[in-house]
């Protein structure tokens, strides 16, 4: 009679466990399939391939406490359409220094400098992507690193001795169609569409219509990433935009400086149009406009101010140890981590800037 006892009681157990085993699994295969494809993946923090590193910094400015962004008032907004500001760096072309954007260094740069961006750029010409295809490879390793961090990135194709955007208008959508597709899920990228366009070109005639055929294309697959465009005269005529705006409520504007050029004139012209349109500062640097002949710190240390006093969000130029002040590295040291005593001139001013 006990043995009987014993053997009903043991069954019993054993198919509780059982049937708790397989109402677990079921709940987990449940939270995959809900959070595949869905943006929630980055903020719960539950996608295998993305998200390993988010457990080791909590940060409110990280993207899976802000998620997407928006535009409110002509400025960057979280999802609580709190106001946000992105800083961070920018490489210099991916063709020639790209490897040193590698994980543990924009780790490196997010945990000891705080930073919340990294720039990805993509030179179209000067051996960039319209010989070389295969840097679609490196952008698509370095975003995807950026995206396990919990970092935004900006994907920049990067124009610049082709300063009329049409010229590799074909190429651009092309690439955008398949680049937005890929991350269409992520609320972490941006999209700059054109660097700095240049030369004998309009906003109206060349930049404008470029811009809306690419935001097209990217909107077909993404209607919530942000997307910067560039504006005539490398980047710096934002008020011939004004009043002829895209349509379109999630496109910024870049503005672009080295305050070794550019200097109280161009801040002004900023200051005109702060309150009509949104303005990005996705490239600058502490340099002349050559990237390289002397540190203008004075300088740039207004236009620090006047971009945190604006909310204004920004990228340097550049992380590279290129023998030029620009650089944020010292020339050729050829680090994984972003330590004190390989930064260059640039570098020690753009860490107290990106902690302040
Ligand atoms: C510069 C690099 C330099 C390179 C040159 C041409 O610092 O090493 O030889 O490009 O490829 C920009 C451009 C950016 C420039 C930078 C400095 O977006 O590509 O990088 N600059 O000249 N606009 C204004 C300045």
């Known amino acids: 009679m006990k043995k009987k006892r014993i053997v009903v009681l043991l069954t019993l157990l054993i198919i509780s466990i059982f049937t708790i085993f397989i109402f677990n699994n079921n709940l987990k295969t449940h939270e995959n399939i809900n959070n595949k494809n869905s943006q929630d993946a980055i903020k719960n923090n539950k996608d295998e391939n993305f998200n390993e590193e988010i457990k080791e910094v909590e940060k409110t400015n990280l993207v899976s406490y802000n998620g997407w962004l928006n535009i409110e008032n002509n400025t960057l907004v979280n999802e609580n359409h709190e106001k946000i500001m992105l800083k961070g760096m920018s490489t210099h072309g991916i063709q020639w220094y790209g490897n ?152 910024m504007y870049a503005l672009h400086f080295y305050s070794g050029t550019h200097t109280e004139w161009l801040r002004e012209r900023a200051l005109n149009v702060l309150n009509e349109i949104p303005i990005f500062v996705s490239e600058w640097g502490v340099s002349d406009l050559s990237g390289n002949n002397g540190v203008y710190l004075d300088e740039a240390e207004k236009w620090v101010n006047f971009m945190n006093e604006n909310n204004i969000s920004w990228a340097n130029w550049s992380l590279s140890n290129k023998d030029e002040s620009s650089a944020l590295l010292l020339p050729n040291s050829d680090i994984t981590e972003i330590k004190d005593e390989y930064l260059s001139q640039s570098g020690h001013f753009i860490k107290k800037a990106m902690l302040e």
């Open 100 to 251: 040193l954007a590698n994980y543990s260094m924009i780790k490196s740069l997010r945990d000891e400098w705080n930073s919340n961006l990294f720039r990805v750029a993509m030179y179209t010409e000067q051996n960039g992507y319209i010989e070389n295809k295969e840097l679609k490879q490196k952008l698509i390793e370095i975003v995807d690193n950026v995206i396990k961090l919990d970092m935004y990135v900006i994907i920049d194709w990067h124009i610049l001795s082709d300063g009329d955007p049409l010229i590799h208008k074909e190429e651009a959508k092309e690439f955008f169609d398949e680049i937005s597709n890929r991350y269409k899920d992520y609320p972490n990228v941006i999209y700059e569409i054109c660097n700095e366009p240049n030369g004998n070109i309009t906003w109206d005639d060349n930049i404008k219509p470029y811009a809306i055929e690419v935001i097209d294309v990217i909107r077909k697959n993404s209607k919530n990433s942000i997307i910067i465009v560039g504006t005539g005269t490398w980047s710096q005529d934002i008020d011939k935009v004004s009043n002829n705006k895209i349509d379109d409520d999630l496109v």
